[in-house]
């Protein structure tokens, strides 16, 4: 994304008002609510583009062997674009590896394949071995606190044979939540006259 010497004043000039606050002037306000809006156009327009490049990558995958060409290139500038190679690619590659440029993209693709799948599971381990911290909840206004009853102290678990503790809720049965079905009634047999 390339800046013109404008849009480079009013980011430098938003930067050091994030550095150092300060009140802004109206101007000044627009100027960065206008450079917001054309970065996320931009933003939007590299979504767009990258879309694109991938589902024409996959019509000249599907048209292979014919179009290998226009793969490779269109591969070559999708790795560029930050793609991750998928099965379908490497497979494609297999195929196509007879030309130099079919396989040396095909060594690259397996390098990059493999450096994903290993940051995915590095991922999943690290995730799985030691989960983040979570963060404390908080109570809402209403429930219990709004009824006068201590919001922070647990509710105690009913235990059969005891009664439950004053203002306690009992638990629904099951029949009362899932009621049985009832069987439809059979239709009134009409009697045939007979001919």
Do not use: N, W
């Amino acid at each position: 994304m390339a800046f013109s010497a404008d849009e480079l004043r009013v980011l430098r000039r938003a930067l050091a008002i994030a550095l150092h606050p300060m009140s802004l002037s109206d101007e000044d306000v627009q100027d960065c609510l206008r450079l917001a809006g054309s970065v996320d156009e931009a933003v939007a327009e590299a979504g767009r583009l990258r879309a694109f490049l991938l589902a024409d990558l996959a019509r000249y995958r599907h048209a292979l062997p014919g179009s290998a060409v226009g793969y490779l290139e269109l591969l070559q500038d999708a790795l560029a674009a930050g793609y991750d190679p998928r099965p379908d690619d490497l497979a494609a590659l297999r195929a196509l590896r007879g030309g130099p440029l079919a396989a040396s993209l095909l060594e690259r693709c397996q390098v990059l394949a493999e450096r994903s799948v290993r940051a995915r599971l590095a991922g999943r381990t690290a995730g799985a071995a030691a989960p983040g911290p979570r963060g404390r909840l908080l109570a809402l206004p209403g429930g219990r606190a709004a009824a006068g009853q201590e919001a922070d102290r647990p509710a105690t678990p009913a235990v059969p044979g005891r009664p439950p503790k004053p203002g306690a809720r009992p638990a629904p049965k099951p029949s009362e939540v899932f009621p049985p079905r009832r069987r439809p009634a059979p239709p009134p047999s009409e009697e045939r006259a007979a001919g």
